[in-house]
DNA sequence: AAGTGGTCTAGACCACTAG
DNA sequence: TAGTGGTCTAGACCACTTT
């Protein structure tokens, strides 16, 4: 070619996923529509296969399309879960028997799987967290309408809770915390740590997240009214899953 | 070279990826330290330069690493500050004229540039939020060490701060908040809505994001005790420079 | 001047999806 | 079977940083 590069304009790749991005935002092409795949591009701009890959990569990376192989690349959905922080938590909830994650979902189906309850040695944060050496740890994923959308370690000191129905698969009505209340050591108070960054590949797996995805990494720990740390909760969330609600006072 | 490829082990990129990751991840690499560039993997593991590339850019993509032109690839620093959901907006901070942002970084020095002050018509979710069809806007950005670290737009019914010190850039002891108080509409009740994605070009050079850097979206609105809404604050954060905290009580 | 990452070309073979 | 995205090679020129 040995076109005249001006070299002060974008790169090819930059202005042509510029393009389809004011696309995609205007409206002009929606949810789940098909883009111009490699080949079209490489037609419609004269350019090299690796070049009209680098432009649908930008789009991917933002979030803004999802790729399927054999099939093509297309504009990406995003519908979330409204997760309230506080009034989830609120004692009604699980002192009335029901699980948290209904305050979620409200109604929408829901499942848990990769159920895995075990004793060990607590991690040095979690330990620090916690007070204690060994904890039980409850691994579990959650689908909402089949789809994998969090991942949650919950951990509580080994001694608090050896021989309760926090060590079994079924916890009963109320769940966890309704069991830590027959221990006599409700849950209080709660803090949440809110991050956000790219996924990981067991992450990546565990949740099916396409390019682009970001998770939310909460980790909430939480107190008897004496101020006794009781559960450390690690959740990974998929970003595209998720708004996080949180109401409090001046 | 036509090696066996076997095809169920994953593609050369990603072995090498991982390779590096595992190294990062065990601390044997270390924040800032220079991970081996394209040339090297090039000749370590007999391969194309796109092939190498392609490997880096993995590790890019999640934020593990960052590349500096005509220098290296380097491992990523993470140094958040803590942002506190409710005890920042506590009365007692705005109620006593100290600014909101000095909960945050408690004495880390930091900066507001690109102030705009405008008043204009409000678009559709603005103006559902505040009922109200005119506001005006508070953008900035705030820098740490000299660092972009989040951008803000806050919004206010035009009709209800016209005149104020609110529609000006020095907004007196307290900061807005006060102003609201001084107008007979202090803030009571906040609640703040949380998601996370991938930026897009504007907010990319605004922050100074590389590569694998989500952002953190916060929509604050502000009601009076009566629940009238005051304020609406969009704000943008850089996820590697923040973490959010939030107390509760069950 | 030498080395680095950034962009781009022109091919190739593969696995997967769809009509 | 034809088309799609996924991986890979072997080159090239550029702007930038470092020495």
């Given at each position: 070619?040995s076109?005249?590069?001006?070299?002060?304009e974008?790169?090819?790749?930059?202005r042509?996923?510029?393009?389809?991005?004011?696309?995609?935002?205007a409206?002009?092409?929606?949810?789940?529509?098909?883009?111009?795949?490699?080949?079209?591009?490489?037609?419609?701009h004269?350019?090299a296969?690796?070049?009209?890959r680098?432009?649908?990569?930008?789009?991917?990376?933002?979030?803004?399309?999802?790729?399927?192989?054999?099939?093509?690349?297309?504009?990406?959905?995003?519908?979330?879960i409204?997760?309230?922080?506080?009034?989830?938590?609120?004692?009604?909830?699980?002192?009335?028997?029901?699980?948290?994650w209904?305050?979620?979902?409200?109604?929408?189906?829901?499942?848990?799987?990769?159920?895995?309850?075990?004793?060990?040695?607590a991690?040095?944060?979690?330990?620090?967290?916690?007070?204690a050496?060994?904890?039980?740890?409850?691994?579990?994923?959650?689908?909402?309408?089949?789809?994998?959308?969090?991942?949650?370690?919950?951990?509580?000191?080994?001694?608090?809770?050896e021989?309760?129905?926090?060590?079994?698969?079924?916890?009963g009505?109320?769940?966890?915390?309704?069991?830590l209340?027959?221990?006599?050591l409700?849950?209080?108070?709660?803090?949440?740590?809110?991050?956000?960054?790219?996924?990981?590949?067991?992450?990546?797996?565990?949740?099916?997240?396409?390019?682009?995805t970001?998770?939310?990494?909460?980790?909430r720990?939480?107190?008897?009214?004496?101020?006794?740390?009781?559960?450390?909760?690690?959740?990974?969330?998929?970003?595209?899953?998720?708004?996080?609600?949180?109401?409090?006072?001046?």
């Open positions: 070619m076109e005249s590069p001006v070299s002060q974008p790169p090819i790749y930059r042509i996923a510029d393009g389809l991005r004011t696309r995609i935002l409206g002009e092409l929606r949810d789940g529509d098909r883009l111009p795949g490699e080949n079209t591009l490489m037609a419609e004269a350019i296969r690796a070049t009209a680098q432009a649908l990569a930008v789009l991917i990376n933002e979030g803004l399309a999802v790729p399927k192989r054999g099939s093509g690349v297309y504009v990406r959905l995003f519908k979330p409204r997760r309230h922080g506080s009034r989830r938590l609120s004692r009604e909830q699980w002192g009335q028997g029901r699980a948290i209904d305050a979620d979902t409200r109604g929408r189906p829901f499942t848990v799987d990769e159920v895995e309850i075990v004793r060990q040695p991690a040095p944060d979690v330990a620090a967290a916690l007070d050496d060994e904890v039980w740890v409850r691994r579990r994923r959650y689908l909402v309408d089949a789809r994998p959308v969090q991942l949650a370690s919950s951990y509580f000191p080994a001694e608090v809770v021989g309760s129905a926090i060590t079994l698969h079924d916890t009505p109320g769940g966890v915390y309704a069991r209340g027959d221990l006599g409700p849950p209080a108070h709660f803090t949440e740590e809110v991050r956000a960054r790219m996924p990981r590949p067991p992450e990546t797996d565990l949740l099916d997240l396409p390019g682009g970001p998770v939310i990494e909460v980790s720990t939480a107190f008897t009214a004496s101020g006794r740390p009781v559960e450390v909760n690690r959740m990974v969330l998929d970003s595209a899953a998720y708004i996080l609600q949180y109401d409090f006072d001046a």
